[in-house]
């Protein structure tokens, strides 16, 4: 909304190309992310969003293209590396461990940053118990940033859905990500859960500088939100602006309704 | 308690006190991060000793008024009383109010600086600062989300006590204080006309906090949960009068969702709460002991009923049978131990319930489990305590007699008057509402009907105009009729007619969800509201209610001649949309009994069955016409008690 407040380019896609056999994913796409920033992916089903945020963080491997995050090129990533660098993601299908807590399944995003050996946090000894006083004082943090304290020691299969999506959030960010990949986070929502996702982004991306990708289907929520917007159709890139740019621009509105032949 | 009353007249000298004499015993607990940490009283005086330096430095003077809005926290209160210090006067708003609602108290007061808890709160301010032109200064305690505001009226909390304490300034400041001195403007929230906001002075809080405390022994071992809006005069003296009376500790919980877990954390011994949050703590009872194995339903249902029958004598001190002791004993270890736990009351002394009408079954639930539930009588304008119901002597009905200090009597229209020494100051910059309530002899006239029962008890009925007449000059209180129906999960609302008439009928709308259950319990096929208005059956069910009712009246010598003769269930339901109810569902009873005129006459001239013709409003708009056949029931009606006693 404010291009002031964004920074120089953290991330950027150079001509990637994904296919899967004889489907093309992703055909020569290119895109970058500066920091700060709120970046949306959209496009229509099967237009190749999330194959580009799984190329994004190492889950698909591309055939052809490089990827540059942080000064650092490769021709693809690895999901430890995307990691390890400051990479974090939620799922457009919630993938969180519904037999546990909504406390122990934000803790499990600290798993990186823990120190201790297997054996220090069995016996419970002294470093690995100061170790996670620190990393719980992080997740109440997040907790109390997401305000779903009332929740803390609800395992997460009984939680409705729209607060499933608001731990997964907070498990992502208990990796302190510096790019966040958000893969449709507002999918299947009523309007108030929607609001309160929008907020939480928006507080997100404020309050811990954090840069965000992210996929989204309502375009209302994109607008609204989002700096810049990356349209793909068919694995490629139809257009790349900022959302007024975006809402007028004829291919991308052939591509959502159609054109008449 | 040893609290030399002369000289500790004001709530800063009573923290400055606590803080020399139990520095290091707990003065407010907050849940933050998950962790409840602790302020003690040295600290909690620390902190208002800084706060009070920067709100001096940042230009509040003697006489100003400083508004609060936020929920429990700290430093809501470290702020109130910072304020006092400076001889300043804290206005507590409601923090869920929108913006629109905070204007009028800001102008009204003139209100220079506000405190704010967060983001939400500064966005109302900012949203009315253009309409309230005194408001120069608005602070905030969670800086989440404003760190780009750039305003020049929003400052931190945290650079407001950065200041230097200069101390022997702020002891000087508190010195001057006097008992006569306003110590809180709270707004009433106005129902019925424009807020107005009530000036109460250190000596009347200080005063009623002080002789409840001693009625009821509290020290400085007891835990209160800080969970009611700090703006309302009862949260007000809970948390804020009465510890810095007696010393004691209030816990604020870490949100509005985890009160039931807080609660249970805490574990408080004084405990407030208004009838609808313990008939929803009842209700998850309810609901979890239906979907609870055979066996425990069985044991819950078996001790509920023994509590039902001993639990609340037991409690009262009266005499029981060894049997039914041992069964209770049981009963505790079983079942009424654990349900406390659950509930989080199991250390509660004294608990409290007011505010409205309490049913006495939802009353006599809690006192039988050996919760030491008591109603009392009061409200903003008297710093709450009037009436306390005492231990040993609790009725469901009443509010209990007078506490010390306090004169009762009524005006021949049976309205309340008071005189107290908590009695309010004045309304702010009303004069002509002070004069209303407040006559020239400083009675206090509460707009509340009642009188006192056998036992010197009072007793509330209605509003003093709903309050009429029978034919025969005897009392009628409607409301206090439909309260008592009401009660009954089957009856969702009635409506009784009666003065200037011979006898009492009633029209009653049943709960459409009970009674659909009922029915469906006993395999009744029905096809919606109006269709179960029709049965014989429902009308049994109504009228074994009303009978109920009727035979409770009946031992009531002033209420005797109230007990409901005829009634019929209306053919649809009371709504809003059609003017019978107030937005906050009250009978508009003037307007229903014009709205039904052919129905009231069929109760009063003997018909059987009334036709009834009727425009309806469908939710879309759309409007057509009803006609059915209805039925009218009769009720049977029992002897005063005092007849009874003579024949």
Not at chain 1, 189 to 213: A, I, P, S, W
Not at chain 2, 237 to 253: D, E, K, L, N, R
Not at chain 2, 378 to 393: H, L, M, N, R
Request: aromatic share 8%; with cysteine; hydrophobic share 40%.
């Amino acid at each position: 909304m404010n291009g002031t407040r964004t920074g120089e380019v953290v991330l950027s896609v150079q001509d990637v190309s994904l296919s899967f056999g004889g489907v093309r994913a992703l055909q020569g796409v290119s895109f970058d992310v500066r920091s700060h920033e709120v970046r949306a992916i959209i496009g229509p089903n099967g237009a190749g969003k999330s194959s580009l945020l799984n190329v994004l963080n190492g889950v698909y491997h591309p055939q052809e293209g490089k990827i540059r995050f942080r000064d650092k090129e490769f021709a693809d990533m690895d999901p430890h590396v995307a990691a390890s660098m400051g990479i974090a993601r939620t799922f457009q299908n919630i993938a969180l461990f519904k037999g546990m807590t909504v406390l122990d399944n934000i803790m499990t995003g600290r798993n990186l940053k823990m120190g201790c050996n297997f054996l220090q946090q069995a016996l419970w000894l002294g470093p690995a118990r100061r170790e996670e006083l620190a990393h719980r004082r992080a997740v109440e943090e997040i907790i109390d940033f997401l305000e779903i304290q009332h929740i803390r020691r609800t395992p997460v299969g009984r939680l409705p859905y729209g607060l499933q999506k608001r731990v997964e959030l907070g498990r992502a960010l208990a990796a302190e990500p510096q790019l966040l990949l958000l893969d449709e986070p507002m999918a299947g929502m009523n309007l108030e859960e929607k609001q309160d996702m929008c907020r939480f982004v928006l507080d997100v991306n404020d309050h811990y500088g954090t840069t965000l990708v992210l996929i989204e289907h309502d375009m209302g929520v994109v607008m609204d939100i989002s700096d810049r917007v990356l349209v793909l159709d068919y694995g490629r890139k139809i257009a790349d602006g900022i959302p007024d740019e975006i809402k007028n621009d004829k291919s991308v509105i052939d591509a959502y309704l159609g054109v008449a032949h | 308690m040893g609290i030399d009353v002369g000289t500790l007249d004001t709530f800063p000298k009573l923290l400055m006190h606590h803080a020399r004499l139990r520095g290091g015993k707990p003065a407010i607990r907050e849940k933050d991060l998950g962790i409840w940490q602790t302020w003690t009283w040295s600290r909690f005086a620390d902190e208002v000793r800084a706060l009070a330096c920067g709100l001096a430095e940042q230009g509040v003077h003697r006489g100003d008024h400083v508004a609060l809005v936020g929920d429990n926290r700290p430093r809501i209160y470290a702020a109130m009383c910072a304020a006092q210090c400076l001889g300043a006067i804290p206005v507590p708003l409601y923090q869920d109010a929108v913006a629109e609602e905070m204007a009028f108290p800001i102008q009204n007061a003139q209100i220079t600086h506000a405190l704010a808890e967060d983001q939400e709160q500064v966005d109302k301010l900012l949203e009315i600062l253009p309409r309230c032109p005194t408001l120069k200064h608005i602070y905030y305690d969670d800086p989440r989300g404003l760190r780009n505001y750039t305003q020049a009226e929003v400052a931190s909390y945290e650079e407001l006590i950065q200041t230097k304490v200069d101390s022997a300034f702020i002891d000087a400041e508190i010195a001057r204080g006097r008992g006569s001195d306003s110590a809180a403007m709270l707004f009433t929230s106005g129902t019925t006309a424009a807020a107005k906001g009530v000036v109460l002075t250190h000596h009347a809080l200080i005063d009623r906090a002080r002789v409840a405390a001693e009625m009821e022994h509290l020290d400085d071992d007891d835990v209160v949960l800080a969970y009611l809006p700090p703006a309302w005069i009862g949260q007000y003296i809970f948390s804020y009068a009465q510890p810095f009376v007696t010393g004691y500790c209030i816990c604020c919980p870490e949100s509005a969702e985890t009160v039931m877990t807080d609660m249970r954390e805490v574990g408080p011994t004084y405990y407030f709460a208004p009838p609808r949050v313990l008939e929803a703590l009842l209700t998850q009872v309810s609901i979890r002991m239906e979907d609870a194995a055979a066996l425990k339903r069985w044991l819950y249902r078996r001790f509920m009923a023994i509590a039902g029958r001993v639990g609340g004598a037991l409690l009262d001190g009266k005499p029981v049978s060894m049997v039914d002791r041992f069964l209770y004993f049981l009963g505790n270890v079983f079942v009424y131990g654990p349900l406390r736990n659950v509930l989080g009351m199991s250390r509660v002394r004294v608990a409290y319930t007011a505010g409205e009408a309490i049913g006495p079954d939802l009353f006599k639930f809690y006192r039988s489990l050996g919760i030491n539930l008591k109603q009392l009588y009061g409200s903003t304008e008297t710093s709450v305590f009037v009436c306390i119901q005492p231990d040993g002597a609790v009725k469901p009905d009443t509010v209990g007699p007078a506490v010390p200090g306090v004169e009762l009597k009524f005006t021949p229209e049976r309205e309340l008057l008071i005189r107290s020494p908590g009695l309010f100051k004045e309304y702010y910059k009303n004069p002509q509402a002070t004069a209303e309530a407040k006559d020239a002899e400083g009675w206090f006239h509460t707009g509340d009907a009642g009188y006192f029962d056998q036992d010197g008890h009072l007793k509330i009925i209605d509003r003093v105009k709903d309050v009429g007449k029978l034919a025969d000059g005897t009392l009628f209180a409607p409301k206090y009729l439909e309260n008592k129906l009401k009660f009954f999960p089957y009856i969702r609302e009635a409506v009784c007619f009666g003065h200037g008439r011979d006898r009492v009928c009633a029209f009653i709308n049943f709960d459409i969800d009970a009674v659909a259950n009922w029915a469906e319990k006993r395999n009744m096929p029905y096809a919606g509201y109006t269709d179960l208005a029709s049965r014989d059956e429902v009308y049994d069910l109504v009228r074994g209610c009303i009978e109920r009712v009727n035979a409770d009246l009946a031992a009531d010598p002033e209420l005797a001649h109230s007990q409901i003769t005829r009634f019929l269930i209306l053919h649809k339901e009371l709504d809003a949309d059609d003017g019978e109810l107030t937005r906050t569902r009250k009978v508009r009873r003037r307007h229903i009994a014009e709205r039904y005129e052919p129905l009231v006459r069929a109760l009063y001239d003997g018909s059987r069955t009334v036709h009834v013709e009727a425009q309806v409003k469908y939710e879309d708009g759309r409007s057509g016409t009803f006609s059915a056949e209805l039925k009218i029931g009769d009720a049977k009606t029992f002897a005063p008690a005092a007849a009874q006693r003579a024949a």
